[in-house]
């Protein structure tokens, strides 16, 4: 399978705890995207990385949230002190993008879905 | 903040129906794209229009965009079971609009349940 991989797929943990989430995107997209999606909600942007740098930050992403892209492969997602207002499916998706002009379009994989107790 | 507005929450209808799904935006755009989720997994990508096209198809699915409007549609056709789903509008900020052009921001989604 070549498409975008997250793990775990599940997380159930008691607040104040630590997680974190891995993406393993499509290999040769240089684009990676984390978003955040509530039950009945559209997903919301949370970072973005073009190769290994992370060029843009949300607000909804407290200094308790951390993303890395160490070798513009795989990505982390770390939350630090989780609070029961985390709980939501963290979905990474990727992209190429390296032709001018060439519109991004998004390859999601299935989700990591966060519950904290 | 969530740019498209779709319209409406949730939709029902009977298998082979046609279904239409609505979405409204704020900025000006790029593009437009509408994704599909089945219940408790990622998106899929469905179709991208251009901020200069007005309509385009794909297999049973049909877009318009109206950029006066700032609206765009999803028509699915002979809708299917297997169509029961959540669908997306996405719009990507045209550049030097005030938006990242790399980033799509995502609506409030359709649900669209179709009984066999």
């Known amino acids: 399978d070549t498409g975008v991989s997250q793990n775990p797929r599940h997380k159930i943990t008691k607040r104040g705890q630590n997680v974190t989430f891995r993406c393993d995107p499509i290999?040769?997209?240089?684009?990676l995207y984390w978003y955040r999606q509530t039950l009945g909600q559209g997903p919301e942007f949370l970072t973005y990385f073009q190769n290994e740098a992370q060029l843009e930050k949300s607000r909804l992403l407290s200094d308790r949230f951390s993303a890395e892209r160490p070798k513009g492969s795989f990505s982390t997602l770390e939350i630090q002190r989780t609070e029961q207002g985390d709980s939501a499916m963290y979905l990474c998706?990727?992209?190429?993008?390296?032709?001018?002009?060439?519109?991004?379009?998004?390859?999601f994989g299935e989700g990591s879905r966060l519950t904290v107790l | 903040s969530q740019q498209g507005e779709e319209d409406p929450q949730a939709l029902s209808i009977q298998e082979g129906e046609n279904a239409t799904m609505n979405c409204s935006y704020k900025t000006s755009i790029n593009n437009l794209q509408w994704y599909r989720q089945n219940s408790g997994r990622g998106l899929v990508h469905l179709i991208l229009?251009?901020?200069?096209?007005r309509e385009k198809h794909s297999g049973r699915l049909r877009v318009t965009l109206d950029t006066s409007k700032k609206s765009s549609s999803l028509l699915i056709t002979a809708s299917r079971a297997a169509d029961t789903a959540s669908y997306f509008c996405a719009t990507v900020p045209r550049e030097n609009s005030g938006g990242s052009n790399y980033k799509l921001t995502f609506g409030k989604g359709t649900l669209l349940t179709v009984n066999p």
């Open positions: 998706a990727s992209s190429s993008g390296r032709l001018a002009g060439e519109y991004v379009r998004l390859f």
């Open positions: 229009i251009r901020s200069n096209e």
């Open positions: 290999s040769e997209h240089n684009r």
